[in-house]
C-alpha cells in the first residue's frame, strides 16, 4: 500500500480552521485526522460532527479519518457518517459490543478502524480483523497532542503487519502520537503505512515541506 500522511486538526489554528485545512491539502496530505475526544473516555474534550460536516460544506475533498476517543462510540457513529466521515475508528474498550460497532459503521456507508492503545492487546483482533479496513495504533495514549512517541509500539505495529499480511486483506495499517520527520521511516519499517501528524505539520512553518520530508524519510 502507499504510504499516507494524515494531519491531525487537533493541532491546527481553530481560528482559522478551513484555511488550515485547505494548506495541508495543498501541502500533499492524503487524508484529514479528527480526533475526537469526549472528557469521558480520555481527559480532554475537541470537536463533534459539526466540524467535520462545516469542512465538507468549506469544500474539503479529502478523506476524513475519525479517530472516536468517545465513550459510548455508537450514538455519534451515525452524526459523524451523514457529516461526511470516510473512516471511523473507535476503541474496543469504549463499546460493549465491538462486532456491533464494527457493522454499525459499514451500515452508515464508512469503512471501520479498531484503535489500539499502547497497553491494549492485540487478542482484540483475533475476530474482528476480517471485517475491519484500518487499525490505528496508539503510539502514545491517547487524550492530547503533542507527546512523544513510545517506542515499544513499534513491536505492535510489526505484529499487526504481519497478521494483516497474512490475512490477504487490504487493510490500513496506522499510527498516532509523536510522529515526526525523525521516527517516521521507523514506523514505516514496522509496517504502518499510513501516517497522523499533528504538532510536526501544524507547527511547522512550511507545511509543504515537512510532509515531502516525511515522504522522503520513509523512501
Known amino acids: 500500500m502507499s504510504h499516507w500522511i494524515a494531519p ?64 459510548p462510540v455508537d450514538r455519534i457513529i451515525p452524526d459523524f457518517a451523514a457529516a461526511g466521515a470516510s473512516y471511523i475508528s473507535f476503541h ?18 464508512c469503512k471501520p478502524g479498531l484503535v489500539i492503545n499502547p497497553a491494549t492487546s492485540l487478542n482484540w483482533l483475533d475476530y474482528t480483523l476480517e471485517k475491519l479496513d484500518l487499525v490505528l495504533l496508539m503510539s502514545v495514549n491517547p487524550g492530547f497532542g503533542g507527546q512523544q512517541f513510545i517506542p515499544t509500539v513499534l513491536e505492535k505495529i510489526a505484529e499487526v503487519r504481519r497478521r494483516v499480511n497474512a490475512s490477504g486483506r487490504q487493510v490500513r495499517v496506522e499510527v498516532d502520537g509523536g510522529i515526526k520527520i525523525e521516527n517516521i521511516a521507523a514506523a514505516g519499517r514496522a509496517g504502518a503505512d499510513t501516517f497522523v501528524a499533528g504538532s510536526a505539520i501544524f507547527g511547522s512553518h512550511d507545511y509543504a515541506a515537512t510532509i515531502k520530508a516525511m515522504r522522503t524519510a520513509l523512501g
Not at 37 to 66: F, Q
Open 8 to 71: 491531525s486538526i487537533l493541532s491546527a489554528d481553530f481560528a482559522r480552521l478551513g484555511a488550515e485545512v485547505d494548506a495541508v491539502t495543498a501541502a500533499g496530505a492524503d487524508l484529514i485526522h479528527f480526533d475526537v475526544m469526549d472528557n469521558h473516555y480520555v481527559p480532554n474534550l475537541t470537536v463533534g460532527p459539526m466540524v467535520c460536516d462545516a469542512l465538507r460544506r468549506h469544500g474539503m475533498k479529502l478523506p476524513i479519518d475519525v479517530h472516536l476517543m468517545v465513550q
Open 92 to 109: 474496543p474498550e469504549a463499546t460493549e459490543h465491538v462486532d456491533r460497532t464494527i457493522h454499525l459503521i459499514h451500515e452508515h456507508g
